[in-house]
Each structure stands twice: as C-alpha cells, then as structure tokens.
C-alpha cells in the first residue's frame, strides 16, 4: 500500500552540530514533498519543499534531499539550535490528488544545550 | 503574519455528547482541510473544501462527523455523539489556489479534544 514513513522515531544531538532526519515513500507516483516541524501544543509549521523534478532544495539552514531511485527523502539542519527541537513529519502529495497530504509518522528530534 | 485560527484550543467533553470546532482560514484562501492527529502520529485528512464545495471527505466517519462551509470562508466541524476514540488534536489548514499548483498549506493552532 501507500505510505510515508520515518527511519527513526527519536534524534538527540548536540546544539551546534548537523542534524538529518529521514524519510521512506512508498509509491513512485509521488511527485511534491513537504517537511513540517511542529513543536509541542502547536500545527505543523512549512519548512520546506521539493518536487520530484530535482534532487535537492536549500532553505536557511536546511536542506532537503531527494532521491528517487530509492524512494527516500531527507532533511538536513545545519547547526542545529535548541529552537529546532520539535517532532519534523514529512509529507507527500501529488498533483491527481487535489493536495491531499500523506504524512509520515514524525521524528522527534531533541537538541542538547 | 496571517494566520489560521481556530477555537476552542482545548475541549472536554463526555461521550455520546456533540462537539464542533471552528476554524477561521486565511484570508483569501480557497481550500481548506481539516486533519485529526493521534498523538505520536502525523495527521491523516477528514475532509478537504475548494471554497464551499466538499472535493475529498472520503476518510470522514459520516455516520458521526460533519462539516461545513457553507459560505466558502470559516468552517466547523462537528461530532455527534463523541467517541472515546475521537480523543485526538483536530486541525485546520487553509492554501491558497491549488489550481495554480500552489499546495502550501497553512495550519492553524489546533484543538485538543479529550473525550471522557
């Protein structure tokens, strides 16, 4: 079946260092990706985004990889702050589903002062 | 910054009683999505509206939950009667035009509703 899912469910690293969080799709129809953060009590937060027409997009501080041959994405965070600590859930839409998400399950990632 | 808003943010209720959500998009967005999320998991679709059409409620358990938008701007969802399983954050998103490929969504604060 269809399905988005995370390698890891936890990620603790110390601040200043890099931080990656993956993700498994499942299906080769998959064509936009999405990574939220969201922090506790609060709605996803937009980070960034992808389409499967390229295999890597940089924002401030992150970037996201794709790779299609093996159906995995990831988010890279430079120099990860204590603000960065929050559960990241990636996401999956296509264009014939009229943006309906399939999010993943959500790493928690836990930064050490 | 605009943003998604959405009350009440916590709500106790005691099962087989009914309970709404209200959620206020964007301004200027089309489509707006409501989402429940189980804690732990990310959250999975209930229905989704291009203005006040209903395009996606094919995961909505329709014998208990509704929405509507039935002027193309704020929305309600609404449980009758309230189960002990509905116990989740329900949460509001709003995008822009998805006819012009724009899929960002927007979410709003949540509300975390407790059934008793």
């Known amino acids: 079946g269809e399905s988005v899912g995370l390698h890891l469910p936890t990620l603790s690293v110390q601040e200043g260092d890099n931080s990656i969080i993956n993700c498994a799709y499942s299906?080769?129809?998959?064509?936009?990706f999405i990574w939220y953060k969201q922090e506790s009590g609060k709605g996803p937060q937009f980070i960034i985004d992808?389409?499967?027409?390229?295999d890597k997009r940089q924002g401030q501080r992150v970037t996201v990889l794709l790779n299609k041959t093996v159906k995995h994405l990831s988010l890279q965070i430079a120099a990860t702050q204590p603000g960065d600590s929050a559960v990241y859930f990636c996401?999956?839409?296509?264009?014939?589903?009229?943006?309906?998400?399939?999010f993943g399950q959500g790493t928690e990632l836990s930064v050490k002062p | 910054e605009a943003e998604v808003a959405q009350s009440p943010r916590y709500k106790i209720t005691e099962k087989s009683q009914a309970v709404a959500f209200w959620c206020d998009p964007i301004?200027?967005?089309?489509?707006l999505y409501w989402y429940r999320q189980i804690l732990g998991q990310g959250p999975e679709l209930l229905v989704q509206?291009?203005?006040?059409?209903?395009?996606?409620d094919s995961q909505l358990p329709k014998d208990r939950f509704s929405a509507e938008r039935l002027k193309g701007v704020d929305s309600t969802l609404k449980i009758q009667p309230a189960e002990l399983g509905d116990s989740a954050m329900y949460l509001c998103?709003?995008?822009?035009?998805?006819?012009?490929?724009?899929?960002?969504?927007?979410f709003g604060p949540g509300t975390r509703l407790t059934v008793t």
């Open positions: 996401a999956e839409t296509r264009y014939n589903q009229g943006g309906k998400l399939i």
């Open positions: 301004s200027g967005h089309a489509t």
């Open positions: 509206f291009q203005d006040e059409s209903v395009v996606d």
């Open positions: 992808i389409r499967s027409n390229m």
């Open positions: 998103a709003s995008s822009l035009a998805l006819d012009r490929g724009l899929y960002e969504q927007y």
């Open positions: 299906n080769s129809a998959s064509d936009y």
